[in-house]
């Protein structure tokens, strides 16, 4: 063969592993409302940077007339290239190529991928679309994706892992993304689940859609499984980039510094301005301009038992229009997510005083604890603003393991050795200040606004433990529970007492938050905290 013919084809062989399960095929994932493997990658990287590895590995089974439908690539893309300019691995499934199948092939080319991002230290970014294990290859199959999940886990907290969920993800494919960092799905085109609807049918004789077993926004409010949910996959993908840039490639750096002059370079600007992102905040006043704390006495009423919405206090906290938030419609009572105080990522834990009162329920246990130890992993310091009231009460919350996931907060702020901050805001009471990453669980610095009120309870509680006899044995007992009440107030419902103790290194004015924390993560910087010699620890799941 001559050089022409030579050339002539490769370029064949390339065009028709490009062309996947072939046009046919590729209309129908259009019809769907869906993007093919390439395109997505297209979206997701910079511009003609991504390199594709493997291109022609095929399957080399012939049963059930696979030969037949044998596709280069097999049904599934993979690579590397940049993003925002910085290096990135991914897989995107092909769901053109006999369903996008996971077989022994399939599976060899994302688990090569695996090993390379975790030798080059760079994120991983597998996008799923697939009908499952590739019946046709039995046992490879499985063995396919038990190379995955080791290699998922192995990666775990060496690497950011992002898994993208863009069609059918059924059966043991749910577990490399439920492994992954993050996940994040698209409305009426994400579908998870470990069982189908015709196998719930049969053995439990349960009737259900495909959407109310595993859709979007079922992952989304109740299972908590995914993290991000968009309307279409332009945004989703989008959206991966934009979380990216708060990540570091690995364990051993830092996220990118990302100011104001350099973020209108990049190309996380771009993905900004398609969220609407980049836009000033409301000012109440000239003040404001200078100091968007000073607002924060109008935002937040003096009166405790008022709500408000945490997430305003987080946008005058931060770097205007840099909160990111994570898991938005799960656990609604806690708000995490990233954000970034003078171009540096860090993560912000809060209560929501106007979901159920800002109190800490199983759900939002979890959803804090795995998010403090994603912040631990990859040195993004740690923010918490306090504004709870307790633990949510109840036989609901005990029967379903209070106990056992509270101790997950518990124990990941204990564990985490990045610089952690925390405000108290208004209430800080029991058990639940004492998790919200209190002085003595290892915060570094500890401030409060002088509304805070710090104690074992709130005055009304207080007053019917610790007053009982002397109310009882009063003339006039709801006068004296008045008076009980307030001497409470006065001698412990206020941050000086806590002050006084150490547990509190400064009582602050609100409007003067952000300078606080901008300082203390400037001085925290250096931290370097060794922990205890041993194998790992044994997180109460």
């Avoid at 046919?24 to 991504?50: N, S, V």
């Avoid at 043991?172 to 994400?190: E, L, R, W």
């Avoid at 609807?197 to 349960?206: F, G, R």
């Avoid at 540096?344 to 959803?367: I, R, T, W």
């Amino acid at each position: 063969m001559n050089w022409e013919q030579a050339l002539l084809d490769l370029d064949e062989r390339r065009g028709k592993a490009a062309l996947g399960g072939g046009q046919l095929k590729i209309d129908k994932q259009h019809a769907q409302g869906k993007l093919t493997a390439r395109e997505r990658l297209e979206i997701l990287f910079d511009k003609g940077t991504f390199v594709e590895v493997d291109g022609f590995v095929e399957s080399r089974i012939n049963d059930f007339d696979l030969d037949k439908r044998r596709v280069p690539g097999d049904g599934v893309v993979t690579g590397y290239g940049e993003i925002d300019g910085r290096l990135v691995f991914a897989a995107s499934e092909d769901f053109t190529v006999i369903g996008g199948t996971l077989g022994e092939y399939h599976s060899f080319k994302i688990t090569r991928i695996q090993d390379m991002a975790m030798e080059m230290k760079a994120p991983l970014i597998c996008i799923n679309d697939s009908g499952g294990a590739r019946i046709e290859e039995g046992i490879s199959s499985l063995s396919g994706y038990s190379g995955m999940f080791l290699r998922h886990t192995k990666a775990s907290g060496m690497i950011p892992q992002i898994a993208v969920i863009l069609g059918p993800c059924s059966g043991g494919a749910c577990y490399a993304p439920a492994i992954c960092d993050f996940i994040f799905m698209v409305k009426d085109t994400s579908k998870m689940f470990i069982t189908g609807p015709n196998v719930v049918k049969t053995v439990i004789n349960e009737e259900v859609s495909v959407e109310e077993l595993g859709g979007a926004q079922v992952h989304a409010k109740k299972s908590g499984v995914s993290h991000f949910t968009f309307a279409t996959e332009g945004e989703c993908l989008m959206a991966v980039r934009k979380l990216l840039t708060y990540l570091p490639g690995s364990y051993l750096e830092k996220a990118p510094v990302i100011n104001r002059e350099t973020h209108k370079e990049s190309a996380g600007f771009s993905v900004n301005k398609v969220f609407e992102k980049i836009k000033l905040r409301k000012r109440h006043s000239e003040k404001d301009v200078e100091n968007p704390c000073a607002c924060l006495t109008d935002m937040v009423p003096d009166n405790s038992r008022i709500a408000y919405d945490v997430k305003k206090v987080i946008g005058c906290i931060a770097d205007e229009g840099s909160f990111f938030e994570v898991q938005k419609e799960f656990a609604p009572n806690i708000v995490v997510g990233f954000a970034r105080m003078d171009g540096e990522s860090v993560g912000f834990v809060a209560n929501q005083p106007n979901q159920m009162c800002g109190s800490l329920d199983y759900h939002a246990s979890d959803k804090m604890a795995r998010f403090i130890r994603f912040c631990d992993c990859f040195n993004i310091p740690l923010i918490t603003l306090v504004d709870v009231p307790a633990f949510l009460p109840g036989t609901a919350q005990e029967h379903n393991g209070i106990i056992r996931h509270g101790a997950k907060v518990l124990y990941a702020y204990s564990e985490a050795t990045v610089p952690k901050i925390t405000l108290i805001m208004r209430k800080a009471y029991g058990g639940a200040y004492i998790a919200m990453n209190s002085k003595e669980m290892g915060a570094d610095m500890v401030f409060a606004w002088p509304i805070a009120e710090i104690a074992v309870m709130g005055a009304d509680g207080a007053v019917n433990i610790a007053f009982k006899r002397k109310i009882k044995a009063s003339a006039d007992p709801e006068a004296m529970r008045a008076q009980c009440k307030k001497e409470y107030e006065e001698r412990f419902l206020n941050p000086y007492v806590a002050a006084s103790r150490g547990y509190v290194n400064e009582v602050i004015k609100p409007e003067e938050s952000r300078e606080k924390i901008k300082h203390a993560l400037k001085m925290l910087r250096t931290k370097k905290a060794e922990q205890p010699q041993k194998k790992h620890g044994n997180i109460p799941l």
